[in-house]
């Protein structure tokens, strides 16, 4: 967070104040806007003489709920309550009427709420409550334990527009932190959903190999002796096409099973799977694939195959859509990052169009990426082609 500027030695107005900290809560990068807004209540209680300061929100149900609070050197910021503290004057509060309370502060405030606010030794107490989008947000508090008692109007005046500016600044933040929120738990079932189909996978590559995979034997075995056994030519020559369809059925079974569980990652690491993919769809399609895959440290089992499924992805969409003559597959660490391209010379395609529709293939490249803090863009040259581009920061974190 960018420090907050030396306001008080530059001897500004309140009001020139006022203009500053708005500025600079403007200029504040979202995730520090909390901090922000505390250091600037913290800067604002000389302008108004108040050794004690907070901004609270009212709920719906018409409680107070804690913002941020804060004390000048030598004194206790109040506690505010997280989930909303009933009050005797909210009524007052929410039709938007301040609150004032010079010398016995008991004449507006009840002793036990008092006591739970810890005001003892205060001897001036406003509460000044604010509109932010038509409505009452809420308020900010002032309390003084020194002279003066009096809160004058322009002062009154100046609060409220301060405490304007810290809500609007924090309803900002709270949205923000809202779609935090919302990312985090989007962000976990995209992995649980990722996993539950890695774990399907494995189990229907287990039963094509185990089960499938063993009739299939079976059956080429019987195809064989059967084609043996015939002394018809034409019969023979029937079982013997019979015989070679099951054997190509038996390779195609073998290698969807891969394709759904790739071992060869666990056996072999992921530099030979990926070069094993690229020669898996060169030898099914007219396709030159060139790699070029800079020996890296292994990295854990999760970025391996989501690396994996990424190529699958990119490679399946060539395949079907990009009518290439030729791919290039880059995978290489530089300056801690792991750079990842997959590039084709195809006919491309209309980027607007697939963003505003949505590609199933491209969102799920995208989601596998965020996995890992990482980003995937993707770029189709006016003179044909497409770019895959993944880059996953940190790939240290992922060393084995």
Known sequence: ????????????????????????????????????????????????????????????????????????????????????????????????????????????????????????????????PFRVRGRIWGGITASRYLEPV????????????FGQILAATFERYAYWEKLQHKNEKLELLSRYLMDSQETERRMLSRELHDNF???????????????????????????????????????????????????????????VALKAECRRLSSIKDIDIQTLLDPIPAVNKELSLNLYRILQEALNNVAKHAQASAVFVLLQAEQGNLHFQIIDDGIGCDLTLTENI???????IQERAQLFNGTATFSSPEDGGFIVDIMIPTIKEYYE
């Not at 949505?358 to 799920?364: A, K, T």
Request: charge should be negative; aromatic fraction near 4%.
């Open 213 to 271: 995979s063993q009739r299939m034997a079976l059956l080429t075995i019987k195809a064989s002796s059967l084609t043996n056994s015939l002394i018809n030519e034409n019969d023979k020559k029937s079982a013997n096409v019979l015989h070679h369809e099951i054997q190509d059925l038996a390779k195609d079974m073998q290698a969807l099973s891969r394709s759904l569980h790739p071992a060869i990652l666990e056996d072999l690491g992921l530099l």
């Open 1 to 128: 967070m960018r420090e907050l500027p030396k306001i008080n030695a530059a001897g500004l107005s309140i009001e020139q104040f006022t203009i500053e900290v708005s500025n600079w809560l403007l200029e504040s990068d979202t995730a520090d806007l909390l901090s922000a807004i505390e250091s600037s209540l913290t800067a604002f209680l000389p302008y108004i003489q108040a050794q004690r300061m907070s901004l609270v929100r009212l709920t719906v149900d018409n409680r107070f709920e804690g913002a941020l609070a804060v004390a000048a050197p030598g004194y206790q910021p109040i506690s505010l309550p997280a989930q909303g503290l009933y009050s005797p004057y909210l009524e007052q509060i929410s039709k938007g009427e301040p609150i004032i309370a010079e010398g016995n502060l008991l004449d507006v405030i009840n002793h036990d709420e008092f006591i739970i606010q810890k005001m003892e030794g205060i001897i001036s107490h406003i509460v000044i």
């Open 150 to 161: 009096h809160w004058q109007a322009e002062t009154i005046i100046c609060v409220r527009s």
């Open 358 to 364: 949505g590609s199933l293939g491209l969102i799920s």
